[in-house]
């Protein structure tokens, strides 16, 4: 039996996040809002309107665009894709076919076992989104809601060889969404939508077979697992002497299987013609430049810079610029703080972590300033106050917006580390607990641990823990 591998391209489409639709003043999100509110004669296709074309759609796409390494084309067009379906009122949508705003580009995605896998991009276009259909108790249900909202389309070449590929692709995309600030990506909401297109062929060939298209994949685990589902059916069809036909799928999410939804058109069908109503997109350097000061370090990027600059282990840099907010906060907490960059991850990533989870905001709206995280390291690292205080510091600076160094002072949590200070602590405790003493004189030593604790809790946590065990062992001797 030969062996196989997997051709898989993606297909994404990526709604921006801008305020308004890409052709009219509509509000552009609507997951909140009930179907057919935010809608307009423009998006809803009435005879007569006319489309304007949204500015900040076109940056945010050209933001990704460079991010992606792709070719910002000087003229790009609009075109019509006409095809008849409900909930496109129009009859067309209006989309890019062969002049497209950029082309080219790759994103290079860092596979978990230490390989990179360059995935290229053939190419990069805007378009508006149709509405939605809902099929309920036998009758079929439009929201226009969604047409008119801002979609970037991306697809890549036939690079990824496994369901896991694909799957860290589409992570390391959303990743890179976030981290311009062009997208939510949130797939749950269709903020990032994938085809993927699947095909099979002996290990170590160079043709590719007829590819089927999965659609309809709308989280990561759906697109690993009907990609994986896909390949497994078409080794079973190749392996039983069966052609694999050019089929389109649809992903049944809940009951993890893929239904044939019908013989794949070809483009021919979508009649393409120039948009009359918009103009070309020109994008002279001088505008680009413009657009491109905003363009920040890439997330792969400043992964390498963290491990090459501070020494940081893959594992944390990659964690720490898991978000742009996160990555900024490392860096900040790390100049204020001004020593070992591997204590300031420890901490960010144990504590500040967290409570950024728990709270489920982004690490530039912590109370916990990076400042303040720098000056309760500080603290621990001077011996004012001990780890577990330190710790606790964090949550209390959190809560009250205070600054360390008062709550330390206010509420009298400097390290008691006055040997009689201590010593009279650990009296107290053994006068108390006679029993337990003479179960330790008898030989139970391992009961060290509960006086150290009795201790530590009279000491309300700031006796110094290594300390008021040597002076318990010397008391009970
Ligand atoms: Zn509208």
Request: glycine share 6%; aromatic share 6%.
């Given at each position: 039996?030969?062996?196989?591998?997997?051709?898989?391209?993606?297909?994404?489409?990526?709604?921006?996040?801008?305020?308004?639709?890409?052709?009219?003043?509509?509000?552009?999100?609507?997951?909140?809002?009930?179907?057919?509110?935010?809608?307009?004669?423009?998006?809803?296709?009435?005879?007569?309107?006319?489309?304007?074309?949204?500015?900040?759609?076109?940056?945010?796409?050209?933001?990704?665009?460079?991010?992606?390494?792709?070719?910002?084309?000087?003229?790009?067009?609009?075109?019509?894709?006409?095809?008849?379906?409900?909930?496109?009122?129009?009859?067309?949508?209006?989309?890019?076919?062969?002049?497209?705003?950029?082309?080219?580009?790759?994103?290079?995605?860092?596979?978990?076992?230490?390989?990179?896998?360059?995935?290229?991009?053939?190419?990069?276009?805007?378009?508006?989104?149709?509405?939605?259909?809902?099929?309920?108790?036998?009758?079929?249900?439009?929201?226009?809601?969604?047409?008119?909202?801002?979609?970037?389309?991306?697809?890549?070449?036939?690079?990824?060889?496994?369901?896991?590929?694909?799957?860290?692709?589409?992570?390391?995309?959303?990743?890179?969404?976030?981290?311009?600030?062009?997208?939510?990506?949130?797939?749950?909401?269709?903020?990032?939508?994938?085809?993927?297109?699947?095909?099979?062929?002996?290990?170590?060939?160079?043709?590719?077979?007829?590819?089927?298209?999965?659609?309809?994949?709308?989280?990561?685990?759906?697109?690993r697992d009907a990609i994986q589902i896909e390949i497994e059916r078409q080794v079973r069809e190749v392996e039983a002497g069966h052609r694999i036909e050019a089929w389109t799928l649809e992903w049944d999410e809940d009951a993890a299987v893929?239904?044939?939804?019908?013989?794949?058109?070809?483009?021919?069908?979508?009649?393409?013609?120039?948009?009359?109503?918009?103009?070309?997109?020109?994008?002279?350097?001088?505008?680009?430049?413009?657009?491109?000061?905003?363009?920040?370090?890439?997330?792969?990027?400043?992964?390498?810079?963290?491990?090459?600059?501070?020494?940081?282990?893959?594992?944390?840099?990659?964690?720490?610029?898991?978000?742009?907010?996160?990555?900024?906060?490392?860096?900040?907490?790390?100049?204020?703080?001004?020593?070992?960059?591997?204590?300031?991850?420890?901490?960010?990533?144990?504590?500040?972590?967290?409570?950024?989870?728990?709270?489920?905001?982004?690490?530039?709206?912590?109370?916990?300033?990076?400042?303040?995280?720098?000056?309760?390291?500080?603290?621990?690292?001077?011996?004012?106050?001990?780890?577990?205080?330190?710790?606790?510091?964090?949550?209390?600076?959190?809560?009250?917006?205070?600054?360390?160094?008062?709550?330390?002072?206010?509420?009298?949590?400097?390290?008691?580390?006055?040997?009689?200070?201590?010593?009279?602590?650990?009296?107290?405790?053994?006068?108390?607990?006679?029993?337990?003493?003479?179960?330790?004189?008898?030989?139970?030593?391992?009961?060290?641990?509960?006086?150290?604790?009795?201790?530590?809790?009279?000491?309300?946590?700031?006796?110094?823990?290594?300390?008021?065990?040597?002076?318990?062992?010397?008391?009970?001797?």
């Amino acid at each position: 039996m030969p062996d196989y591998e997997a051709i898989i391209g993606l297909e994404t489409h990526i709604q921006l996040n801008t305020k308004t639709k890409i052709f009219c003043a509509c509000k552009a999100d609507s997951w909140f809002d009930p179907p057919n509110t935010n809608i307009c004669p423009v998006c809803t296709g009435l005879p007569g309107v006319l489309p304007v074309l949204n500015k900040e759609v076109v940056e945010k796409a050209v933001l990704l665009a460079v991010a992606m390494h792709a070719e910002v084309q000087p003229v790009s067009f609009f075109d019509r894709k006409n095809y008849f379906y409900p909930d496109l009122p129009k009859g067309y949508q209006i989309s890019q076919y062969d002049k497209p705003l950029a082309r080219g580009g790759h994103l290079d995605v860092p596979m978990p076992d230490g390989r990179v896998r360059r995935v290229q991009i053939t190419k990069l276009h805007i378009e508006e989104d149709a509405g939605k259909t809902k099929n309920e108790n036998g009758r079929r249900l439009i929201d226009f809601n969604r047409c008119g909202v801002p979609l970037v389309e991306m697809v890549t070449g036939p690079d990824l060889r496994s369901a896991d590929e694909a799957a860290q692709y589409i992570i390391r995309l959303r990743q890179l969404l976030r981290w311009l600030g062009v997208s939510e990506a949130d797939m749950e909401k269709a903020h990032l939508r994938c085809d993927a297109n699947v095909s099979i062929r002996p290990k170590g060939a160079d043709y590719l077979n007829p590819k089927t298209e999965i659609k309809n994949v709308n989280s990561i685990v759906a697109v690993r697992d009907a990609i994986q589902i896909e390949i497994e059916r078409q080794v079973r069809e190749v392996e039983a002497g069966h052609r694999i036909e050019a089929w389109t799928l649809e992903w049944d999410e809940d009951a993890a299987v893929l239904r044939k939804m019908r013989s794949k058109e070809t483009e021919a069908d979508y009649r393409y013609f120039r948009e009359p109503d918009l103009l070309p997109i020109r994008m002279d350097s001088e505008r680009l430049s413009v657009i491109l000061a905003e363009l920040p370090e890439l997330p792969l990027e400043r992964r390498a810079r963290f491990v090459e600059q501070y020494g940081l282990p893959e594992y944390d840099a990659d964690i720490l610029t898991g978000e742009r907010s996160l990555s900024d906060y490392y860096e900040a907490a790390l100049k204020a703080y001004g020593g070992d960059p591997k204590r300031v991850s420890n901490w960010l990533m144990n504590d500040v972590l967290r409570m950024i989870n728990e709270k489920g905001v982004s690490a530039g709206a912590l109370r916990l300033t990076p400042s303040y995280l720098a000056e309760v390291i500080k603290l621990v690292d001077a011996g004012t106050v001990n780890t577990s205080t330190g710790k606790a510091l964090l949550d209390k600076v959190e809560s009250t917006g205070r600054a360390p160094g008062d709550i330390v002072q206010s509420e009298g949590l400097a390290k008691v580390s006055d040997v009689d200070a201590i010593r009279a602590v650990c009296a107290e405790v053994l006068a108390e607990n006679p029993e337990q003493v003479s179960t330790y004189k008898g030989g139970k030593v391992t009961l060290i641990g509960w006086f150290v604790g009795q201790a530590m809790k009279k000491s309300r946590g700031k006796a110094d823990p290594q300390k008021v065990k040597a002076i318990l062992e010397e008391m009970l001797k």
